[in-house]
């Protein structure tokens, strides 16, 4: 710099950086999202008991009871056999068995087909039941989802 004047440049404009940043909170939520979808899926809400309201309120409506009927009886369909209340049936003679639920006052099923009953197995425990004509069959897949 030879001619005695020397130029001072600023110093580069400081880049502003925030000071709260909002990677980290997105991903917090995205994890929550994801938690609440997947434990959604697991609670069944059906089958959550829901009782009158609790703590003496002013409210006087009493919640409208249901008649009870006897209990639905689960049935585990298998390869060939179904099993009732812990007695092994052959699937040939589901009628009969059906049919003498009906006479002891059984109105409703759960038909639970196992890993290694067939479609076929399903379907004629399906038609045993509706040759019994009970009043409510219900097919419960894995993981207790009705079907």
Do not use: C
């Amino acid at each position: 710099m030879a001619g005695g004047t020397q130029r001072i440049l600023p110093p580069p404009p400081r880049r502003w950086r925030p000071s709260f940043v909002l990677t980290s909170l997105i991903d917090i939520i995205f994890l929550l999202v994801i938690f609440f979808m997947v434990s959604s899926q697991i609670v069944p809400y059906s089958v959550l008991p829901i009782g009158p309201l609790a703590g003496g309120g002013t409210q006087h409506e009493t919640v409208p009871q249901t008649p009870a009927g006897p209990p639905a009886v689960a049935v585990r369909i298998l390869q060939g056999r179904v099993v009732i209340g812990g007695d092994t049936v052959e699937i040939a003679n589901l009628p009969r068995a059906l049919a003498e639920l009906k006479s002891r006052g059984v109105t409703s099923i759960l038909l639970l087909p196992g890993a290694s009953a067939t479609v076929q197995d399903v379907v004629t425990a399906l038609e045993a039941s509706k040759d019994a004509e009970l009043a409510n069959v219900t097919v419960l897949g894995r993981g207790g989802q009705r079907r």
